[in-house]
């Protein structure tokens, strides 16, 4: 195999369908290699029985790496997760490259070994794929495009939509590590912070719920929003009220620390590693159990309960005993003044 | 978390406002100057708990609000100007103009750059040599230090592309204005917590003496602000005002010298506009002669029209206390943070995002 120069950069060329694009394509393979994908095909082919579930995400993060993680993991994990929150064993990934000229290869090779990594832990296969490259400008570095499907086991029925008065609100672990360790290498910004992204793939997770109950209604990955966002959506789309603790929301003390510092809201930071589940009541301690018995679930714990009263809304009893709507978070995050 | 949790300590919390309660007869007015001490106060729901007879008025503290339109008019026309880069804090790119914004400029095609302090500004000056960088100053006294100390910085390494559209804001003045106005009776000040660990408690001391108005600094905490309410209960049931300072692991009378000084060094008081409000003499904060060629306002003579404000938005009323966001027409109706018609809308400390946020709505 040809060494890489460590200075080599992703030319124009490389996307022009010659010889440069199969030499950058064939040094992917032995990372990404798998009967389906080795027969490089116009389409993968295979055989599928079942409900089908199928996602599809874009990925764009600016740095391409942070702690615990870079843009190829958030790729995999990303669409591996939404898969997973509808309750559906996630099976094969395709994998779309734009990449900006320039780039440089040892990076690129770098976030594809990161996307071999994550698809193994997964347990997934990248099956098709596609690279492009574009002009100096016309893209930050590396946009990532993944899609995927997966088959959902009989009986299983997930959806925002389900949410019922008495159900349990369970989340999987502390909240916001994501946003702020992205947050913390941002130019401008750069501080100092022990907190790696959370980024993972959970349906192994997942699995260990649904063997545990048939009774999980809603689930989600909170990512871009927070938790906010999520609840909400369950909230509007049940058309019921949520009410959580602020007591037992589990958020590590350096996120803390990192928000109180920037005026954020850890209930608005992105996550990529954590799920949020409405749960029957009678089910909620056992679904519980089995999430700490899995790595990913730790930390989880029940936040608060569906309830007839408020539809359509949010509400936190806080500390001191008063209670406040959790609205979604409006455009971008940004840092307070004074 | 320390000083964080014990500031936010239940049992704490459930006994000052027990004591509030018990001691507070008179109906009284509180104003909390800060927009960090609304969205505190809103986000540990502690108006609800708090008695009844106690009143809590928002007043005009968030520097991105009280941003005069024609100002913000300036900045944006110096943002079109050829080979000028204006830098700015992320809310106030946001902020409707008259008829624009900053983020509505740089899609038209100036460069505007959102920074999170003005060294960030500094390093793209020192990144691009052939533009000149404009940094938007806003904010009251947390902020001047740290603008002064840029320009400072500017001249030691002779940076010479580097300007500030100062358009500094000083709190006792304002406070002053407001109560001048006589628009509203307020019985008592919960004082800037930031803003005076700068300039300390002292310079509030006209609001006792000469107002009869009861103050206490705040921090921004659940307890701080309930030890904040409980000391103008008891000033103001004892009838006898004072300035208290109820965050004292961050403030001291005196205030903070070192930020004190680079803030004189630079700075000289000077009249502002404040949105809603108008021109108030002594509030502003210009560069002083010495530090004039750092002056974007004497570098770029820009023209802008007499500015002119949104029909039907009262964010100049709810500023002085005089309105509550619900009370205008447009709040939540036409005006929401996803299409800001007024600046208090737009920062995360302003009364009208900060309602929407966390209060009552959707019936």
Request: aromatic fraction near 6%; proline fraction near 7%.
């Given at each position: 195999m040809r060494q890489i120069d460590k200075e080599e950069k992703i030319l124009l060329a490389h996307g022009s369908g010659g010889k440069l694009m199969q030499e950058l394509i064939e040094s992917f393979m032995p990372?990404?290699?798998?009967?389906?994908?080795?027969?490089?095909?116009?389409?993968?082919v295979f055989d599928l029985s079942g409900r089908l579930a199928f996602t599809t995400d874009s990925y764009t993060v600016n740095p391409l790496f942070f702690p615990g993680g870079d843009i190829g993991k958030l790729a995999v994990c990303g669409t591996v997760n939404d898969l997973a929150m509808s309750g559906a064993k996630p099976l094969y990934l395709s994998l779309a490259l734009i990449i900006e000229e320039g780039l440089p290869v040892a990076d690129l090779k770098k976030i594809i070994r990161s996307i071999s990594k994550a698809a193994g832990k997964a347990g997934v296969r990248i099956v098709t794929g596609d690279t492009k490259v574009v002009g100096q400008g016309s893209a930050d570095r590396l946009f990532i495009n993944t899609s995927g499907v997966g088959i959902i086991p009989g009986g299983v029925d997930i959806s925002a939509g389900n949410a019922r008065a008495g159900d349990k609100v369970i989340i999987s672990g502390t909240i916001g590590d994501h946003?702020?360790?992205?947050?913390?290498?941002?130019?401008?910004?750069?501080?100092?912070?022990?907190?790696?992204?959370?980024?993972?793939p959970l349906n192994g997770l997942v699995a260990d719920m649904l063997t545990a109950s048939e009774n999980i209604h809603c689930m989600r990955d909170p990512t871009r929003g927070g938790l906010a966002t999520t609840l909400n959506d369950f909230a509007e789309r049940s058309k019921a009220g949520i009410i959580i603790d602020e007591d037992k929301i589990p958020v590590d003390k350096a996120v803390l620390a990192a928000c109180e510092l920037l005026g954020l809201d850890p209930l608005h930071i992105a996550n990529e590693g954590k799920l949020a589940a409405i749960v029957a009541a009678k089910d909620a301690e056992r679904v519980l159990a089995a999430m700490k018995r899995n790595k990913y679930g730790s930390k989880a714990g029940i936040i608060g309960e569906v309830v007839k009263e408020h539809p359509g809304r949010v509400v936190m009893k806080t500390n001191l005993g008063a209670s406040r709507i959790i609205d979604v978070p409006v455009g971008e995050l940004l840092p307070r003044i004074c | 978390m320390k000083y964080v949790n014990e500031y936010r300590d239940p049992e704490l919390g459930k006994k000052l406002l027990a004591r509030i309660r018990r001691n507070s007869r008179k109906h009284i007015k509180l104003m909390e100057f800060c927009g960090g001490h609304t969205v505190a106060i809103f986000k540990h729901g502690l108006r609800q708990l708090l008695p009844s007879n106690i009143e809590m008025?928002?007043?005009?503290?968030?520097?991105?609000?009280?941003?005069?339109?024609?100002?913000?008019?300036?900045?944006?026309?110096?943002?079109?100007?050829?080979?000028?880069?204006?830098?700015?804090?992320?809310?106030?790119?946001?902020?409707?103009?008259?008829?624009?914004?900053?983020?509505?400029?740089?899609?038209?095609?100036?460069?505007?750059?959102?920074?999170?302090?003005?060294?960030?500004?500094?390093?793209?000056?020192?990144?691009?040599?052939g533009k000149s960088i404009v940094f938007i100053g806003i904010g009251f006294e947390t902020t001047a230090p740290t603008i002064a100390a840029s320009i400072l910085q500017a001249e030691q390494e002779k940076i010479d592309n580097y300007y500030v559209l100062s358009l500094h804001k000083t709190c006792p003045p304002i406070m002053k204005a407001i109560l001048d106005l006589g628009e509203v009776k307020l019985d008592g000040i919960i004082c800037p917590g930031h803003v005076s660990a700068v300039i300390g408690s002292m310079p509030y001391r006209f609001l006792a003496e000469d107002y009869r108005i009861a103050c206490a600094v705040s921090g921004f905490e659940p307890v701080d602000i309930l030890m904040a309410v409980d000391s103008l209960v008891e000033q103001i049931e004892s009838g006898q005002p004072r300035v208290?300072?109820?965050?004292?692991?961050?403030?001291?009378?005196?205030?903070?010298?070192?930020?004190?000084?680079?803030?004189?060094?630079?700075?000289?008081?000077?009249?502002?506009?404040?949105?809603?409000?108008?021109?108030?003499?002594?509030?502003?904060?210009?560069?002083?002669?010495?530090?004039?060629?750092?002056?974007?306002?004497?570098?770029?003579?820009?023209?802008?029209?007499?500015?002119?404000?949104?029909?039907?938005?009262?964010?100049?009323?709810?500023?002085?206390?005089?309105?509550?966001?619900?009370?205008?027409?447009?709040?939540?109706?036409?005006?929401?943070?996803?299409?800001?018609?007024?600046?208090?809308?737009?920062?995360?400390?302003?009364?009208?995002?900060?309602?929407?946020?966390?209060?009552?709505?959707?019936?």
């Open positions: 990372e990404l290699a798998n009967p389906i994908l080795e027969k490089m095909d116009d389409s993968a946003g702020i360790a992205v947050l913390s290498q941002r130019e401008g910004l750069k501080f100092h912070t022990p907190v790696p992204s959370d980024c993972a | 008025l928002s007043g005009p503290g968030c520097p991105v609000c009280v941003t005069a339109s024609s100002d913000l008019d300036k900045a944006i026309a110096m943002g079109h100007l050829p080979g000028v880069i204006v830098t700015s804090f992320g809310d106030m790119v946001r902020v409707p103009g008259s008829a624009s914004s900053l983020q509505k400029a740089k899609a038209e095609g100036a460069d505007v750059r959102i920074v999170y302090s003005a060294q960030d500004a500094l390093k793209i000056a020192r990144e691009n040599p208290d300072i109820a965050y004292r692991r961050g403030v001291k009378p005196e205030g903070n010298r070192a930020a004190l000084e680079l803030m004189e060094k630079v700075f000289e008081g000077g009249e502002a506009e404040w949105r809603g409000i108008g021109v108030v003499p002594g509030s502003g904060l210009k560069l002083r002669t010495e530090y004039e060629k750092y002056d974007a306002d004497k570098k770029f003579e820009v023209k802008v029209s007499p500015a002119k404000e949104s029909k039907g938005c009262i964010c100049g009323a709810v500023l002085r206390g005089v309105s509550t966001p619900p009370e205008c027409k447009l709040f939540r109706r036409v005006c929401t943070p996803e299409r800001p018609v007024g600046p208090c809308m737009v920062s995360s400390e302003g009364s009208c995002a900060t309602y929407y946020q966390y209060g009552e709505k959707r019936g």
